[in-house]
């Protein structure tokens, strides 16, 4: 899950240094700038346990999703969502996602929570949450110009 972070986070990271984007995309592209302060620190810090980076890269995710093209709109709700069902059953099992790095149930979740967070993490590699962050991949390179190197989720 840490790797799915980095990766979610080096995703918009990627987002974040477009620029050339259009009229109809200007905002979205300001925001994509504005926030890669943000991602750049997230990124750094992705790997540290109880860093509350995932709260914080959900923070930025919804404020791009916020200010996405009509066009992109879709595409960043899905993301958005398996990215917060994933805090929530994190939240629930009382963890952070470090402790599933290894994908066995760590000491003290019970099996509902195992399950749950097992759940959130299988939608991320999901069709459509794929789908969404190649979508949002593709429209950074068509509209802002930036090529994020087939990183998708």
């Known amino acids: 899950m840490r790797t799915a972070l980095a990766a979610g986070v080096v995703i918009v990271l990627g987002l974040a240094l477009g620029t050339g984007c259009s009229?109809?995309?200007d905002d979205y592209c300001t925001t994509l700038t504005d926030e890669k302060a943000t991602l750049?620190?997230?990124?750094?810090?992705?790997?540290?346990?109880?860093?509350?980076?995932?709260?914080?890269?959900?923070?930025?995710?919804?404020?791009?999703?916020?200010?996405?093209?009509?066009?992109?709109?879709?595409?960043?709700?899905?993301?958005?969502?398996?990215?917060?069902?994933?805090?929530?059953a994190l939240e629930r099992a009382g963890v952070d996602a470090g402790v599933f790095e290894r994908g066995e149930q760590p000491e003290g979740v019970g099996d509902a929570e195992y399950d749950a967070v097992r759940d959130a993490a299988d939608k991320m590699r999901s069709g459509p949450v794929v789908d969404a962050a190649a979508g949002i991949e593709q429209h950074a390179i068509d509209v802002c110009g930036v090529d994020l190197g087939g990183t998708g989720l």
């Open 23 to 25: 009229d109809a995309t």
């Open 40 to 88: 750049d620190r997230l990124s750094e810090r992705a790997g540290d346990a109880g860093s509350g980076v995932l709260a914080e890269s959900i923070d930025v995710f919804e404020r791009l999703r916020d200010a996405a093209p009509d066009d992109l709109r879709d595409e960043w709700v899905s993301y958005v969502n398996a990215w917060q069902g994933l805090e929530v």
